[in-house]
Every structure is written in structure tokens, then in C-alpha cells.
């Protein structure tokens, strides 16, 4: 009888805290488009997504993100694509060769990268990345006196920081991941002839792949979300999201201007956070989907 209403107790408890979760889930997503959408009716939702002009204080306001939903999905696709493979095999050395001292010296490097606060990256990018980058911009553009220098304070300082951000959320999920992998298999994969390499790429990685992909989610929207670091070490102009330009994401966007925003301006604020939380729901969506396809094969 006891031992029933102990039961019975943490299952309504853990249902409170499901519907806690979905509920607050439900409630910002009402929020931001409650919020969000009154900007897209009265700007107009081409003029805002894909004009490229932002003078939101102009005798004659212009609203125009174009550029800056361009910065945020350049700068995260482009850090993925460097941060991924260093984390996946950052992982594959934890979880399959590094010895367990070794391991231990790694992992603990990685957990401390999780710890460090945002803010102390932007500070580092800032004082240590951007006089390297403005460095190596003066020797690209040397012959070029037109260029607008920005100081490194640029589209590839950002990349940079994002990526070496999402690293230990990638590395400490795949290494999960990797670890959840069945003995048997790297057996009959060894018994069958191929070499640890062969077994590792070939075997193992296929196996947690699905895993893979969840730290590649989180790595994703990590760096999407990103405000603070990309808002020291980005220039936070609004300019076409090349390598050395000064650059402005939809994060920095609402950090830069919510604090003195009014009116119109004010909303269409709020209308960049409602596409940063779409793209958000989007590559979530997507990339969960292929996890559950992965898991379902």
C-alpha cells in the first residue's frame, strides 16, 4: 500500500513537471508572436526579411534585416562546419584511444570550456582575436585603400569564436554517444579484420549517429543564440556577411538596440526575435526528424 502511493505521488509529480515544460514551451511561443507579428504587418513582411538597408531612426525608417538573418545563418553554418569535426573527433579520441589519464586531462579541459561564461570569450576574441584578424586583413587588403578596416572586429572573428563555443556541447554529447556504443560490435568489427580506424569511422560512428546529430543540434542552436561574444568581437554593422566586413546577427540586433527602442522600432525588434525563434524551431525540427530516421533504420 506504501509502496503504491509512493508510486502514485512521483507520477503526478513527474506529470506536473511535464506540463510545466510544455507549457512554457506553448507560452513563449504565443509570447514572441503575439509580439512579433504586429511589425510584420506594418512594415511588410518583404520589406523586412529581405531588404538590406536598416535605419530604423531616419526621417524616413527603414527596416530592413536582410543582411542580418544572412550574418546569423552564414556565421552559424560556417561555424558548424569548422566546430563539428573538430568536436566529433575531439570525442573519438576520448571515447576510443585516449587513455583513461590522458582522457581525464582532456575532459576536464572540455568541462571548463562549458563553464566559461560568454562574456570572458567575446573578451578574449576581442583583445587576442580581432588585432590578429585586423593583422592579417591589412595584408589582404594592403593594395586596396578603399576597404573600410573594421580593426578585425569582423564576420571571421565571429566564426571563429562560435566555433571553439560549440565545441563542448558537440564534443561531451558525442562522447556520450560514442561511449553507449555495444563492446559487440567494435568486436566483430576487429574479428572481421578491419583495423581500429576502419572499426571506429566505419563501426562505431554509423552506430551513434543518431547521437551525433542531437550535439550537432545543440551545437547549432548555440550558436544561433549567441549574443554577448559575437556582440564584442563582430563589428555590429550591418553590412554583407563576407569574411572581413563588420557584421551584425539577429541576436546582436535585439542587444544592441532593445534598450532605447520605441515604437515601431521597438516591435520590429521583437519581429527578429520571433525569426530567430523560427529558425531556431526549424533546424530543430529538421535535424531531429533525420535522428529519428537514423534511429528508426
Known amino acids: ?54 535605419k530604423p531612426t531616419a526621417e524616413t525608417p527603414s527596416y530592413g534585416i536582410g543582411y542580418i538573418v544572412l550574418a546569423s545563418v552564414v556565421g552559424t553554418a560556417s561555424a558548424v562546419l569548422l566546430g563539428v569535426p573538430v568536436g566529433l573527433l575531439t570525442a573519438v579520441f576520448l571515447s576510443e584511444i585516449a587513455g583513461k589519464r590522458l582522457g581525464g586531462i582532456v575532459r576536464g579541459a572540455v568541462e571548463l570550456l562549458a563553464a566559461i561564461p560568454s562574456v570572458i570569450y567575446g573578451l578574449i576574441g576581442m583583445m587576442v582575436l580581432n588585432p590578429l584578424m585586423f593583422r592579417l586583413e591589412k595584408l589582404v587588403f594592403a593594395n586596396r585603400p578603399e576597404h573600410q578596416f573594421t580593426g578585425g572586429a569582423n564576420m571571421l572573428s565571429a566564426i571563429i569564436v562560435l566555433a571553439i563555443m560549440i565545441l563542448p556541447t558537440v564534443i561531451s554529447v558525442s562522447t556520450s554517444s560514442l561511449k553507449a556504443v555495444h563492446d559487440n560490435l567494435r568486436a566483430a568489427s576487429l574479428a572481421l579484420g578491419a583495423t581500429k580506424e576502419q572499426t571506429i569511422f566505419k563501426t562505431v560512428i554509423p552506430a551513434a549517429k543518431s547521437g551525433i546529430l542531437t550535439g550537432i543540434v545543440l551545437g547549432i542552436g548555440r550558436a544561433l543564440g549567441e549574443a554577448m561574444a559575437i556582440n564584442m568581437v563582430a563589428g555590429g554593422a550591418v553590412n554583407l556577411p563576407l569574411p572581413f566586413n563588420s557584421v551584425r546577427t539577429l541576436t546582436t540586433q535585439i542587444v544592441s538596440e532593445m534598450g532605447y527602442a520605441q515604437g515601431l522600432h521597438r516591435k520590429v525588434l521583437f519581429a527578429v526575435g520571433l525569426v530567430l525563434y523560427i529558425f531556431i524551431m526549424i533546424v530543430n525540427f529538421v535535424l531531429l526528424s533525420a535522428r529519428k530516421r537514423e534511429v528508426a533504420e
Open 1 to 54: 500500500m506504501k509502496k503504491a502511493i509512493v508510486e502514485k505521488t512521483a507520477h503526478i509529480i513527474f506529470l506536473i513537471c511535464a506540463a510545466v515544460a510544455i507549457f512554457a514551451v506553448c507560452a513563449i511561443t504565443l509570447y514572441m508572436f503575439l509580439k512579433g507579428a504586429p511589425a510584420f504587418s506594418q512594415v511588410g513582411v518583404t520589406d523586412l526579411l529581405f531588404q538590406t538597408v536598416w
